[in-house]
């Protein structure tokens, strides 16, 4: 029906992310092709996790190079000599220069652990913990030039309990990035996604208006 | 079991909210009594709504006051001669000077329609609009002396969809706020909320860690 979507994937870490996409891949809910994952840190698990599932990889180390620019210059050659379409920040620890991000225009995605724009920044799960929230989730947005903001593509929210740790809320709010990232991205795959500035229609989307829940439940 | 907690509704217009929580002690989910339903607007609807339901009413209109300070003086007089333990803002549009919400210490409630911290002030639903989120809702919270601050007592979340009006997501929400306000104030009734800081602790309150939903849905 659809080509599959060339992906390039950039990680700095463990990869959980990318192996759900992995998963999504391999069992042939999203017709996609990793072409490459790259990451910024030789000691990145998610590195092994690609190579044992046969996907090319390379380390680009920011120590390498003398500039933020030169380095995003080279990620750029990079991902076009694989021929990726589009590129996924999975746990990506680095910020991207306006020359990147305009290298991939509407084609790079981020997932933020938090219903932004709540707690954007870093430790957003803490953040949620210290201001006393009870629900919280995850966002999968495009890229802009501004951290954490950009169109919203797809959210999932989760409750926060009072005796959470930072540890128990990652968690439960991972889980659904583990699900909402691939989703994310196939519908990127399907060709349905229009952005009109801030705002992201989903072409055929259908709606679940009773879709619901508060926290805490009733009890 | 419980001695029925003694509430002040504050109210400026149509008092939905109002009418969702005389619902709740009516069929006796909530254990509380209405001692005086207070409206600043002579024109609010939530008045007739209140006598209706043979509950007494009082209009205290800003503009014969000098000040706030004086308004508000008079409102905590009132909800003192009525025995009001509790001050419910259910849709009242003045903001209270330090002096009213010290007189209530912990004990004044709002509903605000969006998940705090995200969107304060006037017209969330537009701003959640117009900043393309998917997810969006309401949160019941202790009033301090900042807008639309103040520990978070219960949160509900909706979809948001691409092609909802202010009107659409408002009546999405507005049902959720009619079933945790009630359900919020019933958690106070039961004597279960333990407030420390900005975190706020339901004694014996249930998990459901299951919950959580996505939006747009997985299709």
Not at 60 to 79: C, I, Y
Not at 121 to 149: C, F, N, P, W, Y
Not at 188 to 201: D, I, K, Q
């Amino acid at each position: 029906m659809t080509t599959p979507l060339s992906l390039g994937i950039l990680i700095s870490g463990g990869g959980t992310n990318l192996q759900a996409i992995i998963d999504a891949i391999e069992r042939k809910d999203l017709s996609a092709h990793i072409r490459i994952v790259v990451s910024n840190r030789s000691d990145a698990y998610g590195l092994a996790r690609a190579q044992r599932h046969g996907l090319s990889t390379a380390l680009l180390a920011h120590t390498d190079f003398s500039s933020r620019e030169e380095f995003d210059q080279h990620l750029v050659t990079l991902l076009h000599e694989h021929g990726v379409e589009m590129v996924i920040l999975a746990g990506f620890m680095r910020l991207l220069s306006a020359r990147f991000i305009q290298a991939f225009p509407h084609r790079i995605l981020n997932i933020h652990p938090a219903l932004l724009p709540a707690f954007p920044g870093l430790r957003a799960q803490r953040q949620a913990l210290e201001r006393g929230v009870r629900i919280s989730g995850a966002t999968v947005h495009l890229v802009d030039e501004k951290m954490d903001h950009g169109p919203i593509i797809m959210q999932a929210a989760v409750p926060v309990y009072p005796d959470d740790t930072e540890d128990s809320l990652s968690a439960r709010i991972l889980a659904q990035e583990h699900r909402i990232y691939p989703a994310a991205i196939k519908l990127f795959a399907e060709g349905r996604v229009v952005v009109r500035g801030n705002s992201v229609r989903i072409r055929d989307e259908r709606h679940w208006p009773q879709t619901a829940f508060q926290s805490p439940a009733a009890v």
